[in-house]
């Protein structure tokens, strides 16, 4: 093996054959650890999805990623991960979006983002205009709330439990069986410098293990 990672074509000159062909469709476009992002228009999205698949040759749609940004607005971004198997290359399109607005499917472009657009929908609550089957796909049925967004709690706002009574699962909102702990995680070699909790009753030791009784000494 020659490298131990893929080798990609370069990025040279892509930034500006996108920007020519897509015009005012394109916001921004960056160049960033060595990957290049391009800042598309929502309303036309589609449009330039196909102008890059063909004109630029960038034939699969790999994943689509949703990205929380509480502090920003409008607060999502939804991000689409172009492959040319042709040239060799990778790229990213970026469209900003809000839980209120749809954003334009491209499942006419590539079937396969009808199960992508669903898992972004699922947990962040981005909303897909054309998708067919717009359904939850990772959570079970009835789950409320979308668990990548960022102001989503840990634990959830319930839990799911079967009932013998009601011989099904029932969800019932979230009991913690203890308060939240905080952990020094120092070893256990080295021995804490506070009593723990059950070992004030014990006799005060000496560091280090007891010496072993000689053969002498053992009581017979």
């Known amino acids: 093996m020659s490298a131990p990672y893929p080798k990609y074509a370069s990025n040279e000159g892509v930034i500006d054959q996108a920007a020519a062909l897509l015009g005012d469709r394109l916001v921004h476009a960056r160049e960033e650890v060595g990957e290049i992002a391009l800042h598309i228009r929502p309303e036309a999205l589609v449009e330039a999805m196909t102008i890059l698949r063909d004109s630029l040759a960038y034939q699969q749609l790999m994943e689509i990623a949703g990205v929380d940004w509480p502090d920003r607005d409008p607060r999502f971004e ?9 040239r060799n290359h990778r790229l990213r399109v970026h469209v900003a979006a809000d839980d209120v607005t749809p954003v334009p499917s491209v499942t006419s472009i590539w079937p396969v983002a009808g199960w992508l657009e669903r898992e972004v929908y699922d947990m962040y609550g981005v909303l897909f205009a054309g998708n067919a089957d717009l359904r939850r796909i990772l959570t079970d049925y009835g789950f409320k709330g979308h668990p990548q967004r960022k102001d989503f709690p840990l634990t959830g706002f319930v839990e799911l439990r079967y009932s013998e009574e009601h011989k099904r699962v029932v969800y019932e909102p979230v ?14 070699w080295e021995g804490a410098e506070y009593v723990l909790p059950g070992d004030e ?9 007891p010496t072993p009784l000689k053969a002498d000494e053992v009581k017979k």
Not at 175 to 188: E, H, V
Request: hydrophobic share 45%.
């Open 78 to 86: 939804v991000v689409y991960c172009l492959l040319s198997v042709t």
């Open 175 to 188: 009991k913690l069986a203890q308060d939240f702990r905080s952990f020094d995680f120092m070893s256990p």
């Open 201 to 209: 009753k014990a006799e005060p030791k000496a560091k280090g293990a």
